[in-house]
């Protein structure tokens, strides 16, 4: 079975603090992804990467930065975290699109900032 | 328009019950959909593409109806673990484009 690991099942952090967000996968898949999820807004993306060292914005990159320096790991960081990056934040990784894909969603950390 | 709707529901039904969600999407160039299940405070997990043809895995049958633009899951014979949010998903090709509904919540009453 595919494992997607979040380093942080909750987290808690001040304002204006720098966050990283963990995420590792154990089956080799091209694809990260992290996402954000809030109640009445669904999972909306922050970004991807396809590759290591490669990355794309999603819809909503404001305020986050990534990294992908190998290829299981993804990083996901708030470079100064404000009240609204509160939320459930969700790693994923997949196959490279086929016309079917799958998604392997880690377990998510849910970040508070007060 | 939001490109993936569903209705959040939550649809309480007894055991035993057929019930049966709709998801209307508005990128007519989608190529594939999906249902994914998200059990509370857990992850999406997938549940089933949906072909265009329609196909069922057990008391779950998924369709697809283009012309129309939406997508629908039928649970047959609930149980109460059937009790979840189902996601509606569409992927319009290319590494970034798979669009997540909000899901709708489905509460099975003993």
């Known amino acids: 079975d595919v494992k997607v690991t979040q380093s942080s099942r909750y987290l808690v952090k001040r304002t204006g603090e720098k966050v990283f967000l963990e995420c590792v996968q154990d089956?080799?898949?091209?694809?990260m992804f992290w996402y954000r999820q809030d109640p009445g807004l669904g999972l909306r993306l922050i970004y991807f990467?396809?590759?290591?060292?490669?990355?794309e914005k999603g819809d909503i990159p404001e305020g986050y930065s990534v990294s992908r320096e190998k290829k299981e790991r993804f990083s996901l960081i708030l470079e100064s975290a404000s009240t609204n990056q509160t939320s459930m934040y969700l790693c994923?990784?997949?196959?490279?699109?086929?016309?079917?894909?799958?998604?392997?969603f880690g377990s998510g950390t849910q970040l508070s900032v007060l | 328009r939001k490109e993936v709707e569903q209705d959040p529901g939550p649809f309480n039904v007894p055991e035993g019950a057929t019930v049966a969600f709709n998801c209307t999407y508005s990128?007519?160039?989608?190529?594939?959909f999906f249902w994914y299940r998200q059990d509370c405070r857990k992850e999406p997990k997938l549940l089933m593409s949906?072909?265009?043809s329609g196909n069922e895995d057990g008391r779950f049958t998924a369709q697809l109806n283009r012309a129309s633009q939406y997508i629908s899951l039928l649970i047959r014979d609930s149980k109460l673990s059937d009790s979840a949010t189902y996601l509606c998903?569409?992927?319009?090709?290319?590494?970034?484009?798979?669009?997540f509904g909000i899901g709708t919540k489905l509460q099975v009453i003993p």
């Open positions: 994923a990784s997949s196959l490279p699109l086929t016309g079917s894909e799958k998604l392997f």
């Open positions: 089956m080799d898949h091209e694809n």
């Open positions: 990467s396809y590759d290591v060292k490669m990355k």
């Open positions: 990128n007519s160039a989608s190529q594939s």
């Open positions: 949906v072909y265009s």
């Open positions: 998903v569409e992927s319009s090709g290319g590494y970034q484009k798979v669009t």
